[in-house]
């Protein structure tokens, strides 16, 4: 065992490699990203012992590691919360199917929406898919709980998800790492019998009732398991999961003398709470996201004789991320501070100096000022168009949302409809709504603002960027007079704007791809590259 | 133990990296820690801040709880301030002084700093300097990191250890970057902190800091500091001051515009703590004005101006409209003005508040900047407001609008330029009508930040950033003495680069060639180069030290051929080449190349004056600097287009000027004068109108591809032999006025005159988009006021430029204690002439009050020849057409012995028979051209005569100048250009 300083993604990674993952499976999303990266960073995956491959998107990455489940080989697929949207249906029959080897699902929550469009809770998804789920609190039980959900998911046989939450993810701190001596045994795996995982009608409804016949043996599992723990004091108790214990633990400092319920592993064992709640009058619940515990606890009728507080009961905020500040503040205990200076001017963030949107959008919106444009956008660094000086985002929903809307726009007659989309957002969702308005050639115009990367993430690599995206655009049957590509610079607004009122004024789609690579990218694409210039013809 | 910290900056700027730092030591140590980061959709230019916990006992929470902080360490101010409500009240607060500024409101830097300098524990250092000083300004982190490591419960040495580990992989250069960056902050922190110690204020102390060598930073503690004196502020801008306006015009280069918006020219005055706009809100393109924003301005109305980057001259374009404070009605105006200028590049609306001001002519006031391509940066100030352009082209040079290089200036003085404006005395309330409004500390603080800003931005700052070509404000209003900006306007060019340094003590060899080398004479006809090697040898040049450089010949007129440059037998101090144009960047790669030339003059016209010729011009250039490269040495050079080079203490003359066409009187000694000119013709025309010039040198410097009219004027000034020098100049190379002005400056301070005509008075660079700067300061009027305040007499005509010279020539030796005239003719038409002439532009004589004893001494004189009822014995004196030679000479004699009197004019018109003034007559004895040459000898004061009239008379003339003495052909030009003349001596000499 020797002493490391990892992020609690990076735990996370950590472990997984330690649990004899064959394959990793992710689509960059922030707080997520570094669980992959970090595998991906490993020899183990430059060697080719671990595949890690960014997926095309979170749905695609599920099923990636269900297959490799499948033949055989553990697999860890993690992601941010709402790809768990796009994953949902892979994720929820894979409960039924089981699994072969260990399959570990990593999901990240982003309470206070630090990078993302909602808050939403993942334990509600483990729930309704009736599935295992761990909730680490710490860097260390970040390592310790993915070795367990590996072992967990073999042994019912059945996938596992961890959840954590941004401030873990992107919190360093020493965790106790095992060392290759310390390593756990992982046995090679037959494949499944033929057919078990054909979720046609008659074997689905047997693979479902086995499910439901299994929740009890899981709820065993978590009453006796090391990450649940019961502490008996005062007539004062707190119920944490995961990240919020810490926070109660910083705010009482060992005082207080109050009795805890600490859950670290789902389904929630009723017997636990249940020995908490006899023992104390009044209980705050502390959940680090929705409350799915203090709903399941006080449910519609609540529970006689006891004060259940939370965020329910408005004793904690009912939206955002908890604090050690917001846990003094219920528990009765906040100290003096000095006050902010709010008269601060603030500093939202921006595009960088010399990025490509900003051109790209000053060329959009200088085209369409005569008119009353739609200007549909997507998830990328340039939501950030939203903001002044720019104001050319109108919309933002989730990946792929932009052409979709648009379609939908421009089939109720709309006129001018267009829509920003990044390359890489453009290949996780952008492709399928881009077939359907090639075919029904829509009256709108799609700007593929492409920067050879997946910028906003941290620079991950992108699947449909330069010539390979125009064989894309091409393959779809875009009528190819109507795809132009544009240099997003400023010395070229003027034949920028040009091209765009151009393609706005065609009758039809047009495909505008603004290509210039991200100022931040590590990776310096050629024009070639871009697909501004032409590759030379080869030799015959 | 156990160590909460903040880590504070903007992404992108690495704190990141520090918070890993300090976690892998701390982790080393054995020690728990905690390191939460907040990044994301805020990677880049967002606040970015990261909670760092170092504990020997478990830590919980990875975020520190309000009130908990032990240190807070900032990359940037701003950002500092943010979080101190994490902070315990003995919290160390440890900042970087660079401001990143990508938003619009940023408060003034100076106040930033003053807010964190009021935590009881803080420290401030300018991470960005040291880091470049320590090899790379993206070290910046590490210098942080190193002011630090003071603050931290850790292993100095092991913090060192991981900050080298961690940039290993990137190399040892840059591992040594890191290093000495962090060691610099390390000892800049403790510095800031002792200066603190010692009773300095924040201001003083980084003042101090900043001053310290990289030898000091090095070292592991500070030098001692001093005991600090209170110091004047903003005797420079701060590091930090730099660092934010930098940061704006970078913002405004990266959205691809060179304009900048009203309230980003705000944000830079406000920036360095100028001067504070009116309230003012950006209100964006498709944005709505909150009630709550517009409620926040004073007043009852408001201004709503449009932003566009194709709209200037706002109100002239209709794009500014005022409204009431109302959001229905603010709110409809908006709207009304985008669609008035719908075709425009509107980027949004600038609401402003209304101030009560008047237009009425001296109750606004301009100030502007701007970098020029011959002086660098230059400032302007005068009369503001929309006539401010017509006041200024109306009114006398100077009276309208105070302009002057910047580069050299001090506030102080440009002040007092100021206050010899139309606009001063309007504005301190001395004109009739007027009450004081604006206070001159105010207008000082001003100033003292515009040349601030000039100095350090309207220069070319290679790859620190873009350079700020123009920055105005147009008009200031007043408010209780206090400057309000109500428009402004700057934008951003590349400057002028200073070109590379010429081996300019070779000009000595030049001027003074113990050896010469003539190449491009004909051996078959009389051409150019046949031509300057007969004048070369006429001039009395020794032909042992003369060479032709001719192929197959021994000899040529004397001079001894060398086949090839290569083949002197030594190395000559001149080479004159006159070979065809074409040929020269050969030639001059030739000359240079075989290392036996000390100067050259390249004659060849057409390449660089004329169209097309402008790539020979480049090759010539290139040539010079490839053969240059690297060394200090090597041959200057003279031209092309240089009609040559008279030089009488060289013996020799090159100007290929057939000695029938130009008598340059190489007989005679030559006389302590100078002429220097870009064109060539025009020396030989003022030497041949003045016939007795006989400069010392006439130097004919052409193109100036390599030698500048500022080299010369600075190595022909300083020579002992020149009292005079005249200077026509068409235009100046890259920042040579600058240099030229520098130069002037050291030659008027040596008592020598030098006479400066500029020709180019077209409106050069004021174009429709240019600036008021560009307009009421151009580069001609710049030109001109730079060299009157370097000392230079400047005319406008070449008339007047003739009659300086000679005045200057003529009077040099004589003393000027004043500036009172005496005035003799002996027609009534010329002294009433000539005291009306005595007021004039740039000069200011007085007729000198006759004392009782003088007007006995004339009545006397008058008396005695017979004019005592006819002529009245005073000054002026008119004689009548009566008066005899001896009446003139010792009524001369008086009026010049007089102690009232500083110098004298003695008008003659010679068409009286009481005087010897035919062409058979000047020459006797007792004429009066040998009575009042003896006179003048004599004399200690100026004196001058004038002969107003015909051909006839020209021997007179020419006999009375013979003498030495200044001769004009009217009264009333004498009198104005003797009052530039004396009013020069007197204000500048006395």
Redesign the interface.
Known sequence: MR???LLGDEAIAQAALDAGIGGAFSYPG??ATEIFEYIAKNAKASSGEVSARWSTNEKVAYEEALGMSWVGKRSLVSMKHVGLNVAADPFINSALTGVNAGLVLLVADDPGM??SQNEQDSRFYGDFAQVPIFEPG?QQEAYDFVLRAFELSERRKLPVMVRIV???S?????VAVLSEAELPVVDQRDRPPACSWTLVPAIARARYAALVQEQTALIDDALHSPANTLHLAGKRGVITCG?A???V???TQGNGDLSMLHLGQYPVPAELVRRLVDHCDDILVCEDGYPLVEKKLVGLLGVPAKRIRGRLSGDLPATGEL???IM?AALGMA???????TD???????????CPH??SF?AIV?AT??WNPMLFSDIGCYTLGVA??Y?AVHTCVDMGASISMALGASRAGAWPVLCTIGDSTFAHSGMTPLLAAARADANMTVVILDNATTA???DQSSLTTGPGLMQVLHGMGVDPEHIHVIEP???R?DENVAMIRKAVEHKGLSVVVSARACV?SKHKPTRIEMGLDKAPAAQA | MKQDIILAG???QGILTIA?VI??VA?SQGL????????????????VQSHLRLSDAP??????????ADLVIAVEP??A???????K?DAMLLTSVGAFV??G???PVEDVLA?VAQWPHHALIDADRLARAAGSGRAANMVVLGAASRFLKLDQAALEQAMAERFAAKGERVVEVNRRAFRFGRTAAAAYLLGLDKGGTSVSVRTWVDSLTTEHLAQPEPPDAPYFEPLASGEQLSGAEIAAVESTL??VY???RKTLFEHEVYQIIQLVGAISPPKHIFV????LLSDQALDSFPGEKVVCKLVATDVVHKTDAKAVVFAPKRSDLVRGEIDRLMQRH?DK?V??VLVVEFVEHTHQVGSELFVGIRATREFGPVIAAGLGGVDMELLATRMRPGQAVAKSPAADLKAEEFLEQFKRTVAYELLSGQARGHERSVSDGELLRCFRAFLLLAQRFCVDRGADGPDLAELEINPFAFRGQRLVPLDGRARTAPAARTSAPRPVANIAALLEPASIAVLGASATSMNFGRIILNNVLQAGYDPQHLFAIKDGLRELDGARCVASLAELPHTVDLLVVAAGAEQLPKIVSDTIACGKVRSAILVPGGAGETEGSAELAIAVQKAIAQGRAGRDDGPVFLGPNSLGVLSRPGHYDTLFIPANRLNKHLDQPARRVALISQSGAFIVSRMSNLDNLNPAFALSIGNQLDLTLADLTAAVGQRDDIDVVGVYCEGFRDLDGLAFARALREVTRRGKEVIFYKAGRTQAGRTAAAGHTASVAGDYDVALAAAEQAGAIVVETFKEFEQLLELCAALHGKSVSGTRLGVMSNAGFETVGMADALVGPRYRLELAQTGQGTVDDLRAILAKGGLANLVNPRNPLDLTPMASESVYQAAAQTLLDASEVDALVVGIVPLTAALQTGAEEVGNATALPQRLGALFAAAHKPVVAVVDSGEAYLPLVQQLRSSGMPVFRSADQAVRSLGRYLTYRANWQG
């Not at chain 1, 992107?170 to 020493?174: D, E, M, Q, T, Y």
């Not at chain 1, 001017?345 to 100096?353: E, G, H, Y």
């Not at chain 2, 830590?59 to 908990?68: H, K, N, R, T, V």
């Open positions: 002493y490391r300083l922030t707080p630090h990078s710490n941004t401030r873990l992107h919190s360093r701190g020493n990240i214990r810490n926070y633990l910083e705010a604090n050690p500040d003094a100290k003096e501070a000095p006050q902010a200076l601060l001017a603030n500093r939202p963030p921006q595009l960088c100096r010399g900003i051109d000053s200088q000022q005569d002044p000086p104001r906003m993430t941290g610079l400023h010395n607004q931040q | 903007v992404g992108g890993e976690s892998q982790l728990q820690v905690k390191q939460a980061e907040t990044h994301g959709m805020s990677q880049r230019g967002g606040a830590i919980f929470s990875d975020l520190i709880p309000l009130g908990s701003l950002e301030l943010r979080y101190v409500q994490y902070l009240p990508n938003i409101n940023y408060p807010q970078q913002n990266d959205e691809g964006p393109k498709d944005e719908a590049d980027r949004g």
